[in-house]
């Protein structure tokens, strides 16, 4: 069984993403081997284990950014996308 990854980007690298609104765009794949955050060619990418399943996935997704960014969950809020892979957070 794969562990959760606990090495977050820094939360600065995270924050420089979004824009002046504080919108933060996410690429998400739920249902992975692993859970993470990474941010790579300028995208944030979230991998949750979670199935997409009621907004289950969507809940884990915002915790594990709030948990690399540093901040309270409450902190981070769906924008658009709950049913698609690219999504928007307020954060």
Known sequence: MARPKTDFPPPEEIRALADS????????????????VEVR???VLVKT???PQDGAANAAVA??????LGCAPSAVQLLRGATSRDKSFRI
């Open 41 to 43: 060619e300028g995208r």
């Open 21 to 36: 609104e504080g919108r933060l765009a996410v690429r998400v794949t739920a249902g992975a081997r692993s859970e993470g």
């Open 63 to 68: 915790a594990l950014l709030a948990k690399a």
């Open 49 to 51: 284990r979670t199935k």
